[in-house]
């Protein structure tokens, strides 16, 4: 089931640029910054109430990301769900039908483990399940 949305992915082209502008337009404090190279994706959050924004930079050019804006531009990529248990909720989602592009969890960005069902399942908006590592 689904608890709250824990955040929403925006890919862009440069970090450092999308960070300055979005520290000024929501007046807001850059969270932090990792990078993920097994998705070949910088990432940087920002904390608006129970809510986080996250900025997607690719670090190569295979990267889903570095994909994502050759076809679509910038803008938003997806939008993540929290979770209290995602192998539970892949099970559940699968059984529903929904389409699935992880059917295992992996290591994702912010301490989580994630999965992404693909958009053709759901109208088009790629969706991410979050839970917290333990």
Same mark, same amino acid.
């Given at each position: &089931?689904?608890?709250?949305?824990?955040?929403?992915?925006?890919?862009?082209?440069?970090?450092?640029?999308?960070?300055? &502008?979005? $520290? #000024? *337009? $929501?007046?807001?404090? =850059?969270?932090?910054?990792? #990078?993920?190279?097994?998705?070949?994706?910088?990432?940087?959050?920002?904390? =608006?109430?129970?809510?986080?924004?996250?900025? /997607?930079?690719?670090?190569?050019?295979?990267?889903?990301? $570095?994909?994502?804006?050759?076809? +679509?531009?910038?803008? &938003?990529?997806?939008?993540?769900?929290?979770?209290?248990?995602?192998?539970?909720?892949?099970?559940? *989602?699968?059984? /529903?039908?929904?389409? =699935?592009? +992880?059917?295992?969890?992996?290591?994702? $960005? %912010?301490?989580?483990?994630?999965?992404?069902?693909?958009?053709?399942?759901?109208?088009?908006? /790629?969706?991410? =399940?979050?839970? %917290?590592?333990?």
């Amino acid at each position: &089931m689904f608890r709250k949305i824990e955040h929403i992915g925006i890919a862009v082209k440069d970090l450092d640029s999308a960070n300055r &502008m979005f $520290a #000024e *337009l $929501a007046s807001a404090e =850059l969270l932090k910054v990792e #990078e993920v190279e097994s998705e070949g994706v910088k990432t940087s959050f920002f904390k =608006l109430g129970e809510t986080k924004i996250e900025f /997607l930079e690719a670090t190569n050019t295979d990267s889903p990301i $570095a994909k994502f804006i050759e076809k +679509n531009g910038e803008g &938003m990529h997806h939008i993540a769900f929290d979770v209290e248990d995602i192998h539970a909720e892949i099970n559940r *989602l699968k059984d /529903l039908g929904f389409q =699935l592009i +992880n059917e295992t969890p992996k290591e994702g $960005a %912010d301490n989580k483990i994630i999965a992404f069902l693909h958009p053709k399942s759901t109208n088009r908006v /790629l969706i991410e =399940l979050c839970q %917290d590592k333990k």
